[in-house]
Antibody, heavy 121, light 108 residues
Framework: QITLKESGPTVVKPTQTLTLTCTFSGFSLSTTTVGVGWIRQPPGQALEWLALIYWDGAKRYGPSLKSRLTITKDTSKNQVVLTMTNMDPVDTATYYC?????????????WGQGILVTVSS | DIQMTQSPSSLSASVGDRVTITCRASQSISTFLNWYQQKPGKAPKLLIYAASSLQSWVPSRFKGSGSGTDFSLTISSLQPEDFATYYCLQSFNTPPWTFGQGTKVEMK
């Protein structure tokens, strides 16, 4: 059974850097085709795809936030870390990490429970 | 980047109704289209991948269709547990990928 769980601060101040960790089980990020991604959802709004890292270390970012995002993996710890710089109140959202496989492109399954991050001074 | 236009943004329907949600891509995406279902306060769940393949947990009243630029999600007979928000996601080529704006299916 694959599970993922997001962790990190639930409140950050404007201009700070957000660091979120996705800790997963039930799969290895060293297995061919496997990937872990991040998706966010502002309160009452739509989903936004943020970033993805694959088993081979390839990284992909959404264009609107690309300059502020970094995604890394620690295969030995079964963790993926997303950092987002220069946080702003508009970045207030629930952040989800997801499992995916390149063999079924775009199929994010399952999702973590999500973590609500509020940006406020 | 590929844009996804999803419609309607919301709809009201009754149990037993037939419901159709559409997504239109700004360019051809073949069948690289996935549908997600999200219930209030919960993470989304993958419903349909590759335009028409149902996840194992999805009842047969759900149907995904389309290719190229036009796609649809149809619920043949709406059930109480189907009231939710539905999102499409295009996954053509390498990321970035884009979600539609969502369709909230509400009880009439």
């Amino acid at each position: 059974q694959i599970t993922l769980k997001e962790s990190g601060p639930t409140v950050v101040k404007p201009t700070q850097t957000l660091t979120l960790t996705c800790t997963f089980s039930g799969f290895s990020l060293s297995t061919t085709t496997v990937g872990v991604g991040w998706i966010r959802q502002p309160p009452g709004q739509a989903l936004e795809w943020l970033a993805l890292i694959y088993w081979d270390g390839a990284k992909r970012y959404g264009p609107s936030l690309k300059s502020r995002l970094t995604i890394t993996k620690d295969t030995s710890k079964n963790q993926v870390v997303l950092t987002m710089t220069n946080m702003d109140p508009v970045d207030t959202a629930t952040y989800y990490c997801v499992h995916t496989s390149d063999s079924i492109r775009g199929a994010f399954d399952p999702w973590g429970q999500g973590i609500l991050v509020t940006v406020s001074s | 980047d590929i844009q996804m236009t999803q419609s309607p943004s919301s709809l009201s329907a009754s149990v037993g109704d037939r419901v159709t949600i559409t997504c239109r891509a700004s360019q051809s995406i073949s069948t690289f289209l996935n549908w997600y279902q999200q219930k209030p306060g919960k993470a989304p769940k993958l419903l349909i991948y590759a335009a028409s393949s149902l996840q194992s947990w999805v009842p047969s009243r759900f149907k995904g269709s389309g290719s190229g630029t036009d796609f649809s999600l149809t619920i043949s007979s709406l059930q109480p547990e189907d009231f939710a928000t539905y999102y499409c996601l295009q996954s053509f080529n390498t990321p970035p990928w884009t979600f539609g704006q969502g369709t909230k299916v509400e009880m009439k």
